[in-house]
Each structure stands twice: as C-alpha cells, then as structure tokens.
C-alpha cells in the first residue's frame, strides 16, 4: 500500500514492556490516525492528529501516546503493554484541510503485535 | 459513539453470483466508504460516497448512499475467487466535534467456493 508506510510488521513484546509503533507517509496528509483491529469488533480509533503539533483522543485512547512533530511521521507509543493491547494496528492518513474532511482515508499494511 | 450495524457477518457463496451486504446507522452520516481487507494487509478503498442516493460503480462493484442518510449497500456482481476478504463499511458523522473521525462496522467476511 504504497504511501503509508508502518514498521514494524511484527512484534512479540512481554508484559510491562514498552514499544513504539512507526508510521510515515509521504503524501503530505494533514490527517493521521490510528485504529486497532481485533477479531470481530472491526476497527476502532486509538488516536488521530489533524496536522502537525496537533493530536487527539479517539474511542479507545487508553494505555497509548502520540506525538506529530511533523506531517510525515505520527508514531503510537505504547507505555506499558499489557496482554489486551495484543491486536493489528493499523495507521492511515488523509488530506485533512476542514474544507476536504471527506477525503478517504488510505490505511498502511499493519502491525501485528502480541502482548504475552 | 456512533455506531454502524454491518450484516451479513459472514458469507459463502458459489463463484458467479451476486452477493450483497449493507450498512445501518442510527444517526445520518454525510459519507460512506467501503473498504476491502485481504488478509495480511491493511484495508483497501473500493468506493466512496458523498451524496444522499449516490450511486457509484468501480468495476463490478456497485456501492449506494441511502436517501435517509443512514444506511448504505455493497453490491458484487458475478463474483470471482479474488472478491475472498473482508468487507468493511465506514461511514463519518455529519456535524459535531466526532466528524473528523470515521466509525467502522464489523466487517463482512466473504468466502467464494470455485
């Protein structure tokens, strides 16, 4: 899915560890979030920034860390993992301008992390 | 927060026939996409929607905005062992502080018998 580019593709952590999830794209999308995808609840919002300095909560925020320090890069931390945050995570980004909110979204390939 | 009901689930179905699957809202929605998840990957764009009646065609894919702004179906025409993957609606509020954001329903899986 070339231009949202997510690392790494896998990653077994242990309980309590922390981890940072990369996510760039090179489209210069304002609009980037993160969603988690877990067998049968579909996908759900963890974080989303609007641009650049800016971030917020989605549906399901807790146990994660974002930061936008510039438009390219929009990197999910999580601080002390725990068994249930074991899931695919999936980053993607959008222009983001009010006037183009309903642009759709495009989705990188995902991460595929386990919390044992 | 908002939710979407997506049904069927699951489907299997034999290659060459239609297959149809819909979204329903309990609050309007001003756009409605549908996504194509193939495993290992994440999910694709196949259709996007923007008007209330919309009716948009991608190959033999044809996708609609229902009038009420609340529901929206999937159709496949003729389908062939590729269509296999999951099926995701996903529609954006029409107003308010949540209308940046994009509610996802459950997913359709669909499954081809060749």
């Known amino acids: 899915n070339a231009g949202v580019t997510q690392t790494p593709k896998f990653q077994v952590l242990k309980t309590g560890q922390s981890m940072t999830l990369q996510c760039a794209q090179d489209?210069?999308?304002?609009?980037m979030s993160w969603y988690r995808q877990d067998p049968g609840m579909g996908l759900r919002l963890i974080h989303y920034s609007v641009g650049a300095g800016i971030t917020d909560q989605g549906e399901v925020p807790n146990g994660y860390n974002v930061s936008r320090s510039t438009t390219e890069d929009f990197p999910l931390r999580l601080l002390s993992a725990a068994p249930s945050q074991t899931s695919v995570y999936f980053c993607a980004s959008r222009v983001g301008t009010v006037r183009l909110k309903n642009q759709p979204q495009h989705f990188g390939d995902g991460t595929r992390l386990s919390i044992l | 927060g908002q939710q979407l009901n997506q049904s069927p689930q699951s489907m299997f179905i034999q290659e060459g026939e239609d297959v149809s699957m819909n979204c329903t809202s309990s609050?309007?929605?001003?756009?409605w996409l549908w996504y194509k998840q193939d495993p290992g990957e994440g999910p694709v764009l196949l259709i996007a929607l923007y008007k209330a009646g919309e009716l948009t065609s991608n190959g033999r894919l044809t996708a609609q905005f229902g009038i009420t702004r609340k529901d929206s179906f999937l159709n496949i025409s003729a389908s062939i062992p590729s269509d296999v993957g999951i099926y995701f609606c996903?529609?954006?509020?029409?107003?308010?502080?949540?209308?940046?954001?994009?509610?996802f329903g459950k997913g359709t899986k669909l499954s081809v018998i060749p």
């Open positions: 996903a529609g954006r509020p029409y107003s308010g502080a949540g209308s940046y954001q994009l509610t």
């Open positions: 609050s309007i929605f001003n756009t």
């Open positions: 489209m210069n999308h304002e609009y």
